[in-house]
């Protein structure tokens, strides 16, 4: 199986900030990489994949980049509404495997 | 939209069958998954089937155990769950695959609790 480790598990930051959460994969993964954002009691929300493909309706401060083993989420400029834990995930071979996630908390 | 139904309080070694309910696009199109979260824990991959039915993987955790299908007719995807253990404990999501995997809508889930 894929292992997907994130970094940092959590990250305290401030509205206008610039926040970038990493992701690397236990082998290559190519493009096959996808980021999700969870708010507590909602289900997960799809932001970008293919590492870098930015989801319909989805605010472009979001971006991510990355191949291989070795992918980033950047938020540009942090929103109230972007605290939240994000995902990333791995639909290069079977099992589909999570990131542990990364709790962005306000500061 | 995707709507899960089914979960329920279970004793361990019980029986339990959750339904996606798919609405707003043609179903039959799209290759479906099931994820979970235990209570406080991250997404946890469960099963996949492809359009047709016939493509069909399992998470080792819950192979032999549990069985996806769906009826494309009644615009529905299922799990079946046996010999259910405490550690499936979770709230399971029903999730829609967009292309090469991502997983682009996704139901609000339905809890599944397994205790005595």
């Known amino acids: 199986d894929i292992q997907m480790t994130q970094s940092p598990s959590s990250l305290s930051a401030s509205v206008g900030d610039r926040v970038t959460i990493t992701c690397r994969a236990s082998?290559?993964?190519?493009?096959?990489l996808n980021w999700y954002q969870q708010k507590p009691g909602k289900a997960p929300k799809f932001l970008i994949y293919a590492a870098s493909s930015l989801q319909s309706g989805v605010p472009s401060r979001f971006s991510g980049s990355g191949s291989g083993t070795d992918f980033t989420l950047t938020i540009s400029s942090l929103q109230p509404e972007d605290f939240a834990t994000y995902y990333c995930q791995q639909s290069y071979s079977t099992p589909i495997t999570f990131g542990q996630g990364t709790r962005l908390e306000i500061k | 939209q995707l709507v899960e139904s089914g979960g329920d309080l279970v004793q361990p070694g019980g029986s339990l069958r959750l339904s996606c309910a798919a609405s707003g696009f043609t179903f039959s199109s799209y290759e479906m998954n099931w994820v979970r979260q235990a209570p406080g824990k991250g997404l946890e991959w469960v099963s996949y089937?492809?359009?047709?039915?016939?493509?069909?993987y399992y998470a080792d955790s819950v192979k032999g155990r549990f069985s996806i299908s769906r009826d494309n007719a009644k615009n529905s995807l299922y799990l079946q769950m046996n010999s259910l253990r405490a550690e499936d404990t979770a709230l399971y999501y029903c999730?829609?695959?967009?292309?090469?995997?991502?997983?682009?809508?996704w139901g609000q889930g339905t809890m599944v609790t397994v205790s005595s």
């Open positions: 089937i492809d359009t047709t039915g016939i493509n069909i």
């Open positions: 082998q290559t993964i190519s493009t096959y």
């Open positions: 999730a829609r695959v967009l292309v090469r995997g991502a997983l682009d809508i």
